[in-house]
């Protein structure tokens, strides 16, 4: 523990930033967006359909963009492109807050989703895995607070302003876009002060590894074109994909399972309370744990919990079900996103991070924008609650299965035979 508050009290400006960044990406989270579900259908006559199919067009618009724009990261000065995506994500924010018609609500959702859920989610982990070498997962760890930050505080905030009448939902993004120029963009601008002399570090240390120095998981610096071509990288993408896939659907679909389970909406808040809590703290006590015993080692594990909540949900109608779904996602995504950040760059090396997470990023992205589609084609077609969380379980279970063939065979790549996947 000594060592730890050591690390975070030594690193703490840029941890700080990680935080920050990941905070920011809220205004172009699902849970946000959607706070404003009734207003958008009222304001611009939009059916249940119509909405939830515009929220997915932005979305997989921006899984498009984000392979290219995520792997500027690598290239463009991290003060100059955290500026740029902080000014981006405040131009669409005031977008919302103006639009006069449905299409301009479309160009915003693909602003608030590219430069806020995936561009600041990239950066701040990226920025993570990639200067912190030797307690990386440790400071995925931290940074990721940022996101919790968002999920427990953001909803209750805005709610009780929409509910209380003290701003209009106009007014609510044009404070969004506010916050961002005044006080995000100056406060990131500080914490980065001095990142020229990391970024140098950086850089001796990646052509120390290229010439030989570094270890056998790590020494190869792997392009975007290679991993396209590594078999093992699809067989841990699956599993990178079950949280977003799986919570960005059942988060959309909320209301309507609640409904139909018979939990009533001040149960849901307090699940979302205890969710964030679970967040948190599985993501600082995992962090050091991933660091100590490697990612590659845990990947086939940080799904289980996920898949014992979503059975928990298929196969009971009490209410202590939803709890266990929540607080097995929020272990999930905690530990979740320190395993599978770290292993990107344990694996695939750090010199083209950039580009490697901004192409899983986008794939994510493009998941999470096909979830709520299809979960609502099923419960449309008439399908239980139940019976769609039996799929899900099967579908975290495949993952699972995946994973660990894909874990098994990096190890036998780090002892320095083929990496194929078993048939």
């Given at each position: 523990?000594?060592?730890?508050l050591?690390?975070?009290r030594?690193?703490?400006?840029?941890?700080?930033?990680?935080?920050v960044?990941a905070?920011?990406?809220?205004?172009g989270?699902?849970?946000?967006?959607?706070?404003?579900?009734?207003?958008?259908?009222?304001?611009?006559?939009?059916?249940n359909?119509?909405?939830?199919?515009?929220?997915?067009?932005?979305?997989?618009?921006?899984?498009?963009?984000?392979t290219?724009?995520?792997?500027?990261?690598?290239?463009?000065?991290?003060?100059?492109?955290?500026?740029?995506?902080?000014?981006?994500?405040?131009?669409?924010?005031?977008?919302?807050?103006?639009?006069?018609?449905?299409?301009?609500?479309?160009v915003?959702?693909?602003?608030l989703?590219?430069?806020?859920?995936?561009?600041?989610?990239?950066?701040a982990?990226?920025?993570?895995?990639?200067?912190?070498?030797a307690?990386?997962?440790?400071?995925?760890?931290?940074?990721?607070?940022?996101?919790?930050?968002g999920?427990?505080?953001?909803?209750k905030?805005?709610l009780?302003?929409?509910?209380?009448?003290?701003?209009?939902?106009?007014?609510?993004?044009a404070?969004?876009?506010?916050?961002?120029?005044?006080?995000?963009?100056?406060?990131?601008?500080?914490?980065?002060?001095?990142?020229?002399?990391?970024?140098?570090?950086?850089?001796?240390r990646t052509?120390?590894?290229?010439?030989?120095?570094?270890?056998a998981?790590?020494?190869?610096?792997?392009?975007?074109?290679?991993v396209?071509r590594?078999?093992?990288?699809?067989?841990?993408?699956?599993?990178a994909?079950?949280?977003?896939?799986?919570l960005?659907?059942?988060?959309?679909?909320?209301?309507f399972?609640?409904?139909?389970?018979?939990?009533?909406?001040?149960?849901?808040?307090?699940?979302f309370?205890?969710?964030?809590?679970v967040?948190?703290?599985t993501?600082?006590?995992t962090?050091p744990w991933?660091?100590r015993?490697?990612?590659?080692?845990?990947?086939?594990?940080?799904?289980?919990?996920?898949?014992?909540?979503?059975?928990?949900?298929?196969?009971?109608?009490?209410?202590?079900?939803?709890?266990?779904?929540?607080?097995?996602?929020?272990?999930?995504?905690?530990?979740?996103?320190?395993?599978?950040?770290?292993?990107?760059?344990?694996?695939?090396?750090v010199?083209?991070?950039?580009?490697?997470?901004?192409?899983a990023t986008?794939?994510?992205?493009?998941?999470?924008?096909?979830?709520?589609?299809?979960?609502?084609?099923?419960?449309?077609?008439?399908?239980?609650?139940?019976?769609?969380?039996?799929a899900?379980?099967?579908?975290?279970?495949?993952?699972?299965?995946?994973v660990?063939?894909?874990?098994?065979?990096?190890?036998?790549?780090?002892?320095?035979?083929p990496?194929?996947l078993?048939?």
């Open positions: 523990m000594s060592g730890y050591s690390f975070v030594e690193q703490r400006r840029f941890l700080a930033f990680g935080v960044v905070l920011s990406s809220s205004f989270q699902t849970f946000f967006v959607s706070l404003f579900a009734d207003e958008f259908k009222a304001t611009f006559a939009l059916s359909k119509g909405y939830g199919g515009l929220y997915s067009l932005a979305t997989l618009c921006s899984a498009a963009c984000l290219w724009a995520g792997r500027k990261l690598d290239t463009v000065d991290l003060r100059w492109f955290s500026a740029g995506i902080a000014v981006a994500l405040a131009i669409a924010c005031f977008g919302v807050a103006l639009a006069p018609h449905v299409v301009v609500l479309g915003c959702f693909l602003g989703r590219l430069f806020g859920q995936g561009l600041m989610s990239h950066t982990m990226t920025s993570m895995a990639r200067y912190f070498e307690r990386r997962a440790t400071a995925m760890s931290v940074a990721a607070m940022g996101f919790a930050l999920e427990g505080l953001l909803p905030l805005v009780a302003l929409l509910v209380g009448q003290w701003l209009s939902w106009r007014e609510l993004w404070v969004n876009g506010v916050a961002l120029l005044a006080l995000q963009l100056p406060l990131v601008a500080w914490l980065l002060r001095g990142h020229v002399d990391r970024h140098t570090a950086f850089e001796a052509q120390a590894q290229a010439a030989g120095s570094g270890q998981l790590t020494r190869r610096q792997w392009t975007r074109g290679e396209l590594d078999p093992c990288f699809y067989g841990i993408l699956p599993a994909l079950c949280n977003g896939f799986v960005t659907g059942v988060f959309f679909h909320q209301i399972v609640i409904d139909a389970k018979g939990w009533s909406k001040v149960y849901l808040g307090t699940c309370v205890v969710f964030a809590v967040r948190v703290a993501s600082l006590v962090g991933v660091d015993l490697g990612s590659v080692r845990l990947l086939p594990t940080f799904l289980l919990p996920l898949w014992v909540g979503i059975a928990a949900v298929g196969a009971s109608e009490h209410p202590l079900a939803l709890m266990a779904l929540f607080v097995g996602s929020g272990v999930s995504i905690g530990y979740g996103a320190n395993v599978v950040g770290a292993m990107w760059a344990d694996v695939y090396g010199q083209h991070l950039g580009a490697i997470r901004s192409l986008a794939v994510a992205v493009f998941a999470t924008s096909l979830s709520p589609f299809l979960m609502g084609a099923l419960f449309d077609w008439g399908l239980s609650v139940s019976w769609v969380f039996w899900l379980a099967g579908y975290v279970g495949f993952a699972i299965l995946l660990t063939l894909a874990a098994l065979a990096l190890h036998r790549r780090s002892q320095g035979a990496a194929t078993p048939e």
